[in-house]
DNA sequence: ACCCAGGGTCGTC
DNA sequence: GACGACCCTGGG
């Protein structure tokens, strides 16, 4: 395939490091030069920004106008859901000023749902190298400018893997929940294909718990991050706990606080962008 | 050297 | 519903 080129100029919320670091995605990489490389499906991107000129060249399959645009979810109005956000209160309104460049992509279901079972009391290096590792066994190569990179692999591909296989790979205690997982989405125990037609976020919800591994974190990030694209959603971790507590909750032992009281808060608040809204409180606290 | 935490989930009680 | 165990890695 041939390399591609599609240059947008005066793109509202797009700045790199807030898309790419905020942790909805584990393959994009820093270059030298600012910009970043990244594989999703069977394509190879690097993306770069110089002043109000974003710049994406690459190995795609298909016509790279539609493929970014669709990725990086372009056609959405983020300008608008900040505005609505920040109307909420101070803390929203300063978390979203400090991620404003963030735009949340659609990944493919497959990888965003293995990727967050790695994901599960690990750290974002340690996830990246093992979905590396992941891909360099089973992936597909793509080879451009003199360097190799490989897809997230196909089930297909994933079947070969053993158990044994994953925890080679450094899975760890996971290599069991990647296995039956991928057992589980081949033999068509879920139907994924459902889900895209399903209004009610909670069914599909309720599928994704079946899969060994996934449980209501792990079920919120893939709603939320995969290309389902469902924002009523309020993934809970560490860092969420821990700023909503600091904010609103503000009880001396942060260990006590509950899921359901965090819950609560959340839907109130934010309502039908509560996944948005976690991702800018999120962003925030982990990094400043 | 040692301890701790990391985008949690699972099995057991 | 609460509790500990869980593989591995980087940082203090």
Redesign the pocket.
Known sequence: MQEQTYVIKNQDSFELKDIFD???CFRWNEEKDGSYTGVFKENVLNVKKEKNVITFKGIINGNIKEVVEDYFDLKRDYSKIKQELSTIDENILNSVNYGKGIRILNQELIETILS??I?????????K?IIERISGKYGKQIKWNNKTYYTFPTLENLKKASVEDF??L??????I?LFETINMLSEGKVNVKNWYKEQDTKKIREEL?T???????????IL??SDLKRFDVF??????R?VMNELYIKNPDETKV?KKEIESIAKEKFGNLSGLA??YL??WK?EA
Not at 211 to 221: E, F, I, M, T
């Open positions: 905020c942790g909805q967050f079972i994901s599960a009391n690990n750290n974002i290096p340690r996830i190298s925890r080679n450094g899975a760890g205690f996971r290599d929940r718990l899969l060994s591994g996934v449980g209501p974190k792990v079920a919120d990030c939320l991050f993934p809970i971790d560490v860092w969420v821990r509950s976690q991702q999120f962003y982990r």
